[in-house]
């Protein structure tokens, strides 16, 4: 966010100003300007000083830029369908499910984008991984991403859930051990789930894959896991390494595989190096006079306060599906 507290608003008629419309939308002020030099989702007014000012109708038309992202909709698709309700005045009654409404076809399992998970929902996941009634866990999980999508799901349900287990288990000692692991497993099982695997098409050319890995002493593989999910249903190729990957197999894949990106997770500043993020940053291939570096993407808690020149550090995954749509070339 853009660390200023919210005084009171502005008049209506003067809009909103990009931190404002920021926190009411839930995303970083960075994804709003990312948004608008790319998509052309910006306001349409500028107040003195060419301070950004959003509209009613631009508030309108970031809702639903926000609503179809997080249902698994490719921004550049996202953008276009929210500039066309907006110009109308509003979404039609099946717009995300309309391909002709809006040129676009939702990715499988996106699920509805109408109204977000209730606490209900949440509550009873958690009271049945409580119960450790494995069963019940994965039938909610599998009715969340029916319902709301994959990624929803991901930021409304799993990761709350996670942590008001994780809270409970650090005010109760090593009672609630096994519950943040059942509970864990059974996410990691769904998100694999939804992860289409990487296909060419016969006789096209194979295209350069994002790699994702933890960094060396990093176990937490499943944010990792909802970005692989998220980039396959995107049409993204992927390479998922998972937890603690050496520093020298990771530079070895690299260059190897010659991916577009390097997704490098650190969920504790402890584990964050940015030695090895500028090392893969560096790491080349491909024949002489023509040699490639991947852009590396720093990713996880453990990043906060640290950047390399020329690397991204999304805030959000929204942001990172954003970011990485754009690396790989797959905006229309």
């Given amino acids: 966010m853009d660390g200023k507290r919210a005084g009171p608003g502005p008049p209506a008629e003067a809009g909103l100003t990009t931190g404002a419309l920021a926190r009411r939308l839930g995303v970083s002020p960075t994804t709003l300007r990312s948004w608008e030099r790319r998509y052309g989702i910006g306001p349409a007014e500028r107040a003195a000083g060419r301070h950004r000012r959003w509209a009613p109708r631009d508030v309108v038309m970031l809702e639903t830029m926000c609503r179809l992202t997080s249902a698994g909709v490719a921004p550049a698709e996202a953008a276009r369908a929210a500039r066309s309700e907006a110009s109308r005045g509003g979404p039609p009654p099946t717009a995300v499910h309309d391909e002709t409404a ?32 494995a069963p019940a866990v994965e039938e909610q999980l599998a009715a969340a991403v029916s319902e709301h999508g994959l990624l929803r799901t991901w930021q409304e349900v799993m990761v709350p859930t996670l942590h008001a287990v994780g809270r409970k288990w650090a005010s109760a000692g090593d009672r609630y051990v096994e519950v943040e692991h059942l509970l864990s497993w059974h996410i990691s099982t769904t998100l694999r789930r939804h992860t289409r695997p990487s296909l060419a098409a016969p006789g096209a050319a194979t295209p350069r894959p994002v790699l994702l890995a933890c960094v060396p002493g990093e176990q937490h593989t499943l944010p990792l896991e909802a970005l692989n999910a998220g980039l396959s249903q995107l049409g993204i190729a992927t390479r998922m390494f998972g937890a603690a990957v050496p520093a020298e197999a990771l530079a070895a894949a690299v260059g190897r595989l010659g991916p577009a990106a390097v997704v490098l997770w650190a969920q504790a500043r402890s584990t964050a190096s940015l030695p090895l993020a500028q090392h893969i940053a560096a790491t080349e291939w491909g024949v002489k006079g023509a040699r490639s570096q991947p852009l590396v993407v720093l990713g996880g808690p453990g990043w906060a306060g640290r950047s390399g020149r020329g690397m991204l550090r999304p805030t959000s995954l929204p942001e990172a599906l954003d970011s990485l749509t754009v690396v790989c070339g797959r905006p229309g």
């Fill in 102 to 133: 809006t040129g676009m076809r939702p990715p499988a399992h996106a699920g509805a984008a109408g109204p977000p998970p209730s606490g209900d929902v949440r509550r009873g996941l958690a009271r049945a991984a409580v119960r450790l009634d």
